[in-house]
């Protein structure tokens, strides 16, 4: 197995590929509020065995507009969210970390203590 890191000049975005049997792309990623790129700037990114993973600070349950450009983005680049049941964040009763994937099936664990 080898791993290779993907350029990206995204601030908080790390893309690397894992070369398996079939390669599989990882994209990790912080969105703060604050963050001064666009979800479609990820999607040159995205391949057709993917996942992306991290903190990206909308709850799609609550935060309206934003969720909605959120959600739109991840239909658009046929990204299946994974969503866990319980809440991510420490300051609140949100759930703003996820999971996306495509051709990848992914299940999520919180940590509750």
Not at 43 to 61: A, K, L, P, Q, Y
Request: one cysteine or more.
């Amino acid at each position: 197995m080898t791993v290779t890191r993907i350029s990206c000049a995204l601030p908080n975005v790390c893309v690397i590929d894992i070369h398996l049997r079939e390669p599989i792309r990882i994209i990790a990623l912080y969105a703060p509020a604050s963050k001064s790129w666009n979800w479609t700037d990820i999607t040159s990114f995205i391949t057709n065995r993917c996942m992306v993973m991290g903190d990206f600070n909308i709850d799609i349950e609550r935060d309206g507009d934003k969720a909605d450009k959120l959600l739109e983005w991840m239909d658009s680049g046929s990204l299946r969210p994974v969503i866990p049941d319980s809440n991510t964040s420490l300051r609140s009763n949100r759930i703003i970390d996820y999971a996306l994937s495509t051709n990848i099936d992914l299940s999520m664990q919180t940590y509750e203590g």
